[in-house]
């Protein structure tokens, strides 16, 4: 009777999983229409959307860099369950490929709820290094067994070494306007001042996650009609004894 019942609530449920990647977004709304969320990763080639990335140091006048990641906010968290259970598998930030982000034993620090992650940029820097130009290069930050929830909020901190508070340092970054009487907004990497001169850019960031979730599974019909039948003829084995 008890593994009866136990095999009929394995029917009531089943985890799916999935792999995701959740990008800095652009809130867009063209003119008389309805706002819509795109990636703004890469350049949306769209004519209502100017949008201008850089990845040379010389214009970033800055030592240190904090923003927020909202990650209900970010381009593909529309695939996520406010129920998911979601597991951080890497932040991905592009930065210049030169190696001007990870010089002078710069420090990135994540953190959200009570969970905290601090590394050397040059551990965790890929790109062509040198003086290589006006190219992409990545910040990968692996935490391990962090699990976020849909409301999740990050906060990235990246600092200079001690005693290196004047030294200047790159990320790759987006700058977005309107044309055409649209309207655009950054979504999901929030409070950061990159004090440059375009006025409205932010950093360019990959968030992979794991989603899992428990769905309902419903049984066929002749399945739940011979799990109910065998319940009965064991309830009614059990009276005759």
């Given at each position: 009777m008890k593994k009866t019942i136990i095999a009929l609530m394995?029917?009531?449920?089943?985890?799916?999983?999935?792999?995701?990647?959740?990008?800095?977004?652009i809130l867009y709304t063209p003119a008389g229409g309805e706002a819509t969320l795109i990636s703004g990763y890469t350049?949306?080639?769209?004519?209502?959307?100017?949008?201008?990335?850089?990845?040379?140091?010389?214009?970033?006048?800055?030592?240190?860099?904090?923003?927020t990641i909202t990650l209900s906010g970010l381009y593909g968290?529309?695939?996520?369950?406010?129920?998911?259970?979601?597991?951080?598998s890497s932040l991905k930030i592009k930065v210049t490929g030169s190696g001007w982000c990870q010089d002078e034993g710069r420090q990135i620090t994540l953190t959200t709820g009570d969970?905290?992650?601090?590394?050397?940029?040059?551990?965790?820097?890929?790109?062509?290094?040198?003086?290589?130009?006006?190219?992409?290069?990545?910040?990968?930050?692996?935490p391990k067994g962090w699990t976020l929830s849909k409301d999740s909020i990050l906060n990235v901190s990246i600092t200079p070494a001690e005693g290196k508070t004047t030294d200047n340092f790159s990320v790759a970054s987006a700058d977005?306007?309107?044309?055409?009487?649209?309207?655009?907004?950054?979504?999901?990497?929030?409070?950061?001042?990159?004090?440059?001169?375009?006025?409205?850019?932010?950093?360019?960031?990959?968030?992979?996650?794991t989603t899992t979730s428990s769905t309902?599974?419903?049984?066929?019909?002749?399945?739940?009609?011979?799990?109910?039948?065998?319940?009965?003829?064991?309830?009614?084995?059990?009276?005759?004894k």
């Open positions: 394995a029917l009531a449920g089943a985890a799916t999983a999935a792999d995701l990647s959740l990008t800095t977004g350049n949306p080639s769209n004519n209502n959307i100017g949008y201008s990335s850089n990845y040379w140091p010389g214009s970033r006048n800055l030592s240190s860099l904090d923003f968290a529309s695939e996520i369950n406010d129920t998911d259970t979601i597991t951080l969970y905290s992650y601090t590394a050397e940029l040059e551990d965790i820097f890929t790109g062509p290094g040198g003086n290589s130009g006006n190219v992409e290069g990545y910040l990968t930050l692996s977005i306007y309107g044309q055409n009487n649209a309207s655009v907004a950054w979504s999901g990497v929030t409070n950061v001042d990159m004090t440059d001169n375009w006025g409205n850019e932010a950093p360019l960031i990959q968030l992979n996650v309902p599974a419903v049984p066929e019909p002749t399945t739940a009609t011979l799990s109910l039948l065998a319940l009965a003829g064991l309830a009614a084995r059990r009276r005759r």
